[in-house]
Nanobody
Framework: VQVVESGGGLVQAGGSLRLSCAASGRTFSSYAMGWFRQAPGKEREFVAGISWNGGSTRYADSVKGRFTISRENAKNTVYLQMNSLIPEDTAVYYC??????????????????????WGQGTQVTVSS
């Protein structure tokens, strides 16, 4: 499975961006997906996760109410809609896929180590 992020860019505080993550593979619909981010000088952190069918989602407290994760299995794509952006959201955003080795792995995890495939990231910069 390969995942490729897109949609990053420069936006003013209060603005919005939508990130997309396109994944290869005919079994994409079985993969739980996650978004993570890493700001300069900081560790990578969980942003949002979604189960294989979109029925369960999870958000970091810092983005809850502002970000929305969704997926279109027919398009092998996961999205991260980011609203009310603040400078603290500035980071490289990574999409990750979790190999469905059992039912328990078909839902999100907030641990990066639980994901098997990662994209190269897309830069999001929020100016004040």
């Amino acid at each position: 499975v390969q995942v490729v992020e897109s949609g990053g860019g420069l936006v003013q505080a209060g603005g919005s961006l939508r990130l997309s993550c396109a994944a290869s593979g005919r079994t994409f619909s079985s993969y739980a997906m996650g978004w993570f981010r890493q700001a300069p000088g900081k560790e990578r952190e969980f942003v949002a996760g979604i189960s294989w069918n979109g029925g369960s989602t999870r958000y970091a407290d810092s983005v809850k109410g502002r970000f929305t994760i969704s997926r279109e299995n027919a398009k092998n794509t996961v999205y991260l809609q980011m609203n009310s952006l603040i400078p603290e959201d500035t980071a490289v955003y990574y999409c990750a896929a979790r190999e469905p080795l059992g039912i328990a792995r078909m839902t999100w995890s907030d641990r990066g180590a639980d994901y098997d495939y990662w994209g190269q990231g897309t830069q999001v910069t929020v100016s004040s």
